[in-house]
């Protein structure tokens, strides 16, 4: 099993950065692809990007294509989410999830984005 928690999140301005970190608990970190999503209000949550055990795969959501970087650390058990040139519409909660097969089976708590405009 994984715990996973992510930090990182605040308020920035449109236009600025931030890096989310998620941090897993365990010994099996790098046996896992662990993938970022988010939720804004009202709206049902969704992909953001993702990264392959070893990091050489990186898919993206193409809302977030060119400004967001995911980077894991296997040695750390942390896996990152730099986000430049944020939007309003980036606001959302963003959660880290881990998953050894098909679906994404641990997440974390979440951690508020919000950009002001």
């Known amino acids: 099993q994984v715990q996973l928690v992510e930090s990182g999140g605040g308020l920035v301005q449109a236009g600025g950065s931030l890096r989310l970190s998620c941090a897993a608990s365990?010994?099996?970190?790098?046996?896992?692809?662990m993938g970022w999503f988010r939720q804004a209000p009202g709206k049902e949550r969704e992909f953001v990007a993702s990264?392959?055990?070893?990091?050489?795969?990186?898919p993206y959501a193409e809302s977030v294509k060119g400004r967001f970087t995911i980077s894991r650390d296997n040695a750390k058990n942390t896996v990152y989410l730099q986000m430049n040139n944020l939007k309003s519409e980036d606001t959302a909660v963003y959660y880290c999830?881990?998953?050894?097969?098909?679906?994404?089976?641990?997440w974390g708590q979440g951690t508020q984005v919000t950009v002001s405009s």
């Open positions: 999830a881990a998953k050894m097969f098909s679906e994404y089976a641990y």
């Open positions: 365990g010994r099996t970190f790098s046996s896992y692809v």
């Open positions: 990264i392959s055990r070893s990091g050489g795969s990186t």
